[in-house]
Structures are given as structure tokens and as C-alpha cells.
Nanobody
Framework: VQLQASGGGLVQPGESLRLSCAAAGITLDYYAVGWFRQAPGKEREGVACTNSSDRSTYYVDSVKGRFIISRDSAKNTVYLQMYHLKPEDTAVYYC??????????????????WGQGTLVTVSS
């Protein structure tokens, strides 16, 4: 199983980015998929997640209304669209999944499969 996270970069505050998590060896449609981030000197936090059972979503409070997680089943990919980026969004972003349908498990961080991380830097 491989998860390939991509799409990070350097943007100015207020701009947008879309991160992609492409999978091989696992069908993401069957499982919950989460995005996490870790800023320098801080613990990793769960940012967003999508359940596989009912396609409901979870967002940490700090990104609600600005980030959208979505799936493309044909491409076996999960996206994180990020709008109105702030300097405090600067972090390495990781996608992750496990053999569960529920975000409650994925957001706990104890996942079997992780992408390699993609750096998002928000700075003027």
C-alpha cells in the first residue's frame, strides 16, 4: 500500500491550495481517509477526514469553513482543498488511512498507512 501526498507549496495569506492523496494497493472508497498536519515544534493534529460509509466529514475547528475534503473514486484519490490560507496553516501535511470506515478511528492517528507528507508554507 502506498499513499502519495502532493500539492504543497509556498503561498501568500488568503490564497488557496489543493492537496492530493493518491493511493496504490488500497481502494480508498472502502475506508475513511484523513489529512493531518504537523507544524514545527508542534504535535501532529488531525485536520480533516471523510468517512467511507456515509461520506460524512470531520474538520478541526481551526479549518472549518476554509478547508474541504473530497474524494475522486475514479482516481482513487482524496483531496484537501484549502481556501483563505493563514500563516498558522503552515505545516507538513500528511494523508492517512486504515482498514476502517470511520473517521473516529482515523483521526486518532493510529493508522496503518501514511503518505510521505507535503509542505505547505503560508507567508507574505
Amino acid at each position: 500500500v502506498q499513499l502519495q501526498a502532493s500539492g504543497g507549496g509556498l503561498v501568500q495569506p488568503g490564497e488557496s491550495l489543493r492537496l492530493s492523496c493518491a493511493a496504490a494497493g488500497i481502494t480508498l472508497d472502502y475506508y475513511a481517509v484523513g489529512w493531518f498536519r504537523q507544524a514545527p515544534g508542534k504535535e501532529r493534529e488531525g485536520v480533516a477526514c471523510t468517512n467511507s460509509s456515509d461520506r460524512s466529514t470531520y474538520y478541526v475547528d481551526s479549518v472549518k469553513g476554509r478547508f474541504i475534503i473530497s474524494r475522486d473514486s475514479a482516481k482513487n484519490t482524496v483531496y484537501l482543498q484549502m481556501y483563505h490560507l493563514k500563516p498558522e496553516d503552515t505545516a507538513v501535511y500528511y494523508c492517512a488511512t486504515d482498514h476502517t470506515s470511520w473517521c473516529r478511528s482515523v483521526i486518532s492517528g493510529r493508522n496503518a498507512y501514511w503518505g510521505q507528507g507535503t509542505l505547505v508554507t503560508v507567508s507574505s
